[in-house]
């Protein structure tokens, strides 16, 4: 039974039942089709933190393209605070210590818009304490960046982790 109108209405409300059911119609492509918003089923999972959404999607394209798209998708999770997405896409093997265009480690990210359920996550990652000084292109460590964004918490959570190193 269908209740979505289409992938990105299935995608948005993270209703996995329909999503299935569209994903096996030919002309449904999550990577590269775009709705009137110009947006792609796989943009809507990962904006809207519709976690089972984005694993089927993660599991149906290619090993190669998961990897290729694994960056900017962490970068997106963490810039909104969708923790459970993040752990959708660790889950698939993405590497939490990738950086962006700009240096940034997923640290840094989670400071714009204090992020602290994906930093929480991020933190209890083994080897994640060596990631703590690390200067993006602007010259500042995770903890600078917290100053800077103003994020309460996350300045919170580095500073005690800074600790306990
Ligand atoms: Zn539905």
Partial sequence: MIHCEDMFEAC????NECFLLFLKEE??????QTSNYDNT??????????????????????PS???????????????????????ILLK???????????????????TLFDSKECLEILL???GMSKFMNI???????????????????CLKMLLNKLKNI
Avoid: M, Q, W
Wanted: contains cysteine; glycine residues 4%; negative net charge.
């Fill in 124 to 126: 209890n990652i083994p």
């Fill in 92 to 110: 698939h093997g993405a590497d939490p210590f990738s950086l962006n265009c700009n240096n940034s480690t997923l640290l840094h990210t989670s």
């Fill in 41 to 62: 089923a796989l943009g809507i999972a990962i904006r809207c933190n519709s976690s089972k959404c984005l694993d089927i999607i993660l599991n149906y394209i290619s």
């Fill in 12 to 15: 948005k409300k993270d209703c």
């Fill in 135 to 153: 200067k993006n292109n602007r010259g500042n460590t995770p903890i600078e960046d917290a100053i800077l964004n103003n994020s309460k918490e």
């Fill in 27 to 32: 002309d449904c492509d999550p990577i590269n």
């Fill in 65 to 87: 393209l998961k990897n290729e798209l694994f960056t900017d998708l962490l970068f997106i999770a963490v810039g909104k605070n969708n923790a459970d997405c993040l752990k």
